[in-house]
């Protein structure tokens, strides 16, 4: 029995690193996420999952509302933890990259991409094995999705994350034995 997971990283938010927890979704981002919703109200969801960050949330209301679902938050399926809120990078997309090549490293107060993931693959294997044969949608950020698909294909990763959008719908089908069968991307800039 198959379960369907569908990672939706969140929209467009303005960029605050002392609100990353709360900042909510700009006006492009509310009108994305009524596209998000749009795509995914044929997909017969049973299950609504987020981050417990606002932008997360913020993109899977309308859906949750439209289906009548309620979101269940799960904080480890946060962003990860680049460095701490004070540490300057010169380029952060670099130091981002410079991480997921070394997945092990990681910046003073930040996480490392393998910590992200080990958080990331633990919300994920509790949803598999409570919901099996379900399906999930996952309201999530750029960084965890890429360190989450990384494990099931190493094409996702890096470059993979720098082709993601704001929105971003990624549908995941995984086999009873959490092996990854298919990967189809639902967004498309409209």
């Not at 709360?22 to 995914?40: M, N, P, Q, T, W």
């Not at 996702?156 to 089908?173: A, E, M, Q, R, V």
Request: with cysteine; net charge negative; glycine share 4%.
């Amino acid at each position: 029995m198959n379960t369907e997971i569908y990672l939706v990283r969140h929209a467009h938010s303005v960029f605050d690193i002392e609100n990353e927890e709360f900042r909510g979704l700009s006006d492009k981002g509310r009108k994305d996420a009524e596209k998000v919703k749009e795509i995914l109200s044929s997909e017969s969801i049973d299950h609504i999952v987020s981050s417990s960050y606002v932008r997360a949330i913020q993109t899977v209301e309308s859906l949750s509302k439209l289906i009548n679902k309620e979101i269940e938050k799960d904080y480890r399926f946060r962003e990860g933890c680049l460095a701490a809120a004070d540490y300057i990078f010169e380029d952060p997309v670099e130091a981002f990259k410079y991480s997921m090549e070394n997945p092990d490293f990681s910046y003073p107060g930040g996480e490392s991409c393998n910590e992200v993931k080990e958080r990331g693959l633990a919300a994920l294997n509790e949803l598999l094995h409570k919901y099996k044969g379900k399906k999930i949608v996952i309201g999530i950020h750029g960084n965890i999705m890429s360190n989450i698909m990384h494990h099931f294909d190493r094409t996702y990763y890096f470059n993979f994350w720098k082709s993601t959008t704001k929105p971003d719908i990624y549908k995941l089908t995984i086999s009873e034995s959490n092996q990854l069968l298919n990967t189809v991307r639902l967004w498309e800039e409209i």
